[in-house]
């Protein structure tokens, strides 16, 4: 099976979109980020992050999205192609 860089990309923003779920997550649970200062003054020690899971689902829909659309490009352009060729 051919991949194309459409199919690179499509990739790509999935693994992104798992790593930043899993980044928030850290972040949420350990504070691994801090905020500079003295911790001594601050209400805060780390960056305060919530993960609201109803907010993931436009982003991976974005995701699928692009990698139908850049898919059917792909498509399109290997059929026009194969058409010439003949």
Known sequence: MN???F???ALL????LFL???LCLLQE?????KLEGNGRE???QSYPV???WFDILPVAAGVLLTGLFTSFIAAAFARS???LGK
């Open 13 to 16: 923003g999935s693994v992104c």
């Open 3 to 5: 991949y194309s860089i």
């Open 81 to 83: 192609r194969s058409r």
């Open 29 to 33: 649970h350990f504070g691994f980020i």
């Open 50 to 52: 919530k993960l609201i």
């Open 20 to 22: 930043g779920v899993i």
């Open 42 to 44: 601050m209400i805060m």
């Open 7 to 9: 199919d690179f990309i």
